[in-house]
T-cell receptor, first 111, second 114 residues
Framework: NAGVTQTPKFQVLKTGQSMTLQCAQD?????MYWYRQDPGMGLRLIYY???????DKGEVPNGYNVSRLNKREFSLRLESAAPSQTSVYFC??????????FGPGTRLTVL | GDSVTQMEGPVTLSEEAFLTINCTYT??????LFWYVQYPGEGLQLLLK?????DKGSNKGFEATYRKETTSFHLEKGSVQVSDSAVYFC?????????????FGQGTRLTINP
């Protein structure tokens, strides 16, 4: 099992550009999550999906959209990137409730 | 909302020293509590968990006890190794069953010197 995979690993964008971060899990988990990690702030929840076909906002959803494409995949889209979105993004999943299983992360820099 | 507070880092210790990383929480209900570890350049890995008061989670020599009376979940290890150098996150679960999320503390960077 690959667990939770994320692509890309690194990305540099210019302000105003758009991109989609991809996440997939092969553990047949129902719930999937997107977090961002910033120095000194721990991880903050952006969006989550408790089951296929549902998505909900987390603590810091502004500037992001998500799609739960199917049970395996949960993507995060930045429509118009801003320097404040420079961060490390982690996808996570679990069967129903925590603990989460995390992906390796995507390091995003917005210039 | 619910919140988690961890001791400020960074923490630097010598090998074989005793480790304590403090974690306290504020919650309206009875959350499950977790410690995660993040090694350089990697994602977070579950280290241990406790689901109810007085439960003790343990793994790889680390321990933490769910203390409802002090709303704490301090991480301890009797003798640390260089390989324990990492960032440690305390977290609690929040929300209704079937749609729970994690709320994280800010993380504590631990460095162990040989």
């Amino acid at each position: 099992n690959a667990g939770v995979t994320q692509t890309p690993k690194f990305q540099v964008l210019k302000t105003g550009q758009s991109m989609t971060l991809q996440c997939a899990q092969d553990m047949n988990h129902n719930s999937m999550y997107w977090y961002r990690q910033d120095p000194g702030m721990g991880l903050r929840l952006i969006y989550y999906s408790a089951s296929e076909g549902t998505t909900d906002k987390g603590e810091v959803p502004n500037g992001y959209n998500v799609s739960r494409l199917n049970k395996r995949e949960f993507s995060l889209r930045l429509e118009s990137a801003a320097p404040s979105q420079t961060s490390v993004y982690f996808c996570a999943s679990n069967r129903r409730d925590p603990p989460h299983y995390f992906g390796p992360g995507t390091r995003l820099t917005v210039l | 909302g619910d919140s988690v507070t961890q001791m400020e880092g960074p923490v630097t210790l010598s090998e074989e020293a005793f480790l304590t990383i403090n974690c306290t929480y504020t919650a309206t209900g009875y959350p499950s509590l977790f410690w995660y570890v993040q090694y350089p350049g990697e994602g977070l890995q579950l280290l241990l968990k406790a689901t109810k008061a007085d439960d003790k989670g343990s793994n790889k020599g680390f321990e933490a006890t769910y203390r409802k009376e002090t709303t704490s979940f301090h991480l301890e290890k009797g003798s640390v190794q260089v390989s324990d150098s990492a960032v440690y996150f305390c977290a609690l679960s929040e929300g209704v069953q079937g749609a729970q999320k994690l709320v994280f503390g800010q993380g504590t960077r631990l460095t162990i010197n040989p």
